[in-house]
């Protein structure tokens, strides 16, 4: 009896039975890499951008919260204060204003006032004026730190002081005082920027703006003492 030996397959066949895996085993990694994988980046993109959205919604609901609690009125107060000593504009009437007033308070006549041209690159922007003036040394002392506390913001440039008479009881001063007006920003910041309350220093400065402004009164260039600007800057 003889026995049948099973056929051995070919080198094609066996070729074939290699292939077809391999190629099944290719097929799975190119559809992992070419669509499972982008899709799982997608859908991990996508959390992402839900979590940051969810994460701005809580901080604008926040900052909503903190807005409804605000004074309008204490605001528009303080606002007011911080214009007569920063205008929005250069509002030279003020600025001579404050000029005058200080110096009729401390007995300087003035002989000549010129306004400079200064400089709008900067924020603050700043122009100067040249003043010429008479009165005694202890008068143009008393002025040139006067002028610097008054509402209006004003620095102390140049000082050439020259006696007037033979007693020199008299002087003659020749001063260069710089003031600053701010730039209006043209452009607002991100809605979740946080809402920055006034830290203690800075409402100690507007009540020293506010006491200047008792002391020193000014008329800026719409003809009322006070601020210049709108009480809303936005609008």
Known sequence: MKL????????AERYQLLIWPLVGIGISILLLVLVIIPQLLRIWATNQKIETTKDKITTLNQKYDQLKRIDLNEYKQNLNEALIALPLDKDIPSGISQIQTVALNDQIQISGLIVGSGTTTSNPASYQFKIEGVGSLDSVKKFIADIQKGPRVMSLDSVELS???????????NLGITTYSQVQETKLGPLDQPVVNLNDKEIAVLTAIKQSTQ???????NGTTGAKGKSDPFQ
């Open 4 to 11: 049948k030996l099973p056929q051995l397959p070919s080198g």
């Open 163 to 173: 006696s007037g008479n033979k007693e020199g009881s008299v002087y003659s001063v």
């Open 215 to 221: 002391n020193t009164q000014i008329i800026s260039q």
